[in-house]
């Protein structure tokens, strides 16, 4: 096991964790993985992508309604009695977190990755969360074909189905302060000073010298 460093980040839905993880990459100079997992685990298994977007950071129970029969059928024996047959999709997606771990420092957002990585002795978990407003005028924000009805119901709906991912692969609990090194509300300094705050911590917990 390597020195690297390695960040993660949980978050709720509206939130800025995205937008805050790529800063923190920005700010340490290192890589930032996403949405990117899907392709990197997608390339590693030789599975078409569409296994891993329809599976990305939802449990089994849920995961089995956004799949037809017919196309559950057809998925080569991944599936079995009503579920994911040995979790094959949550192992090779772990699989590539610890790739990434191993090889290079990075930020990477969700997943479960505090949780894959929790052995890592410089891998620093971080949780993200902002008030129910603050994330409904993010989500408007950045989407302007929605109400605010829908808005709500899309956060509600996201953080439900992260919890569930979360709870189900980890003995954590999800958005609970105690399963992170640290838990911020976005809201509170913004985005940009979050970041930076993020990384002061870390450095401070870290105790080696600033980064350039």
């Known amino acids: 096991m390597n020195n690297n460093l390695i960040i993660t980040i949980g978050r709720q839905f509206g939130s800025g964790g995205r937008e805050i993880g790529k800063r923190l990459s920005d700010l340490f100079g290192i890589a930032y993985y996403d949405k990117e997992l899907i392709n990197e685990a997608s390339k590693s298994s030789g599975l078409s992508t569409e296994y891993f977007e329809k599976a990305d950071e939802r449990a089994p129970s849920a995961l089995l309604n956004s799949f037809s029969i017919n196309w559950l059928t057809g998925a080569g024996g991944l ?79 996201k953080n439900k189905l992260r919890a569930a991912y979360y709870n189900f692969y980890t003995d954590k609990g999800w958005g609970v302060a105690s399963s992170y090194d640290l838990s911020i509300d976005s809201s509170i300094l913004g985005s940009e000073e979050t970041a930076l705050f993020i990384r002061d911590f870390i450095m401070k917990k870290d105790q080696r010298p600033k980064w350039e």
């Not at 978990?125 to 902002?130: E, G, L, M, P, S």
Request: proline share 3%; charged share 25%; net charge positive.
């Open 79 to 157: 599936w079995g009695d009503g579920g994911l047959s040995n979790e094959y999709i949550f192992k090779f997606q772990s699989d590539v977190i610890r790739h990434l771990a191993e090889t290079q420092s990075c930020v990477i957002v969700g997943r479960c990755a505090d949780y894959i990585l929790r052995q890592y002795p410089r891998c620093y978990n971080v949780f993200i969360h902002a008030p129910l407003e603050d994330r409904i005028a993010r989500i408007l924000s950045r989407s302007t074909n929605i109400t605010r009805k829908e808005a709500i119901e899309m956060a509600e709906k």
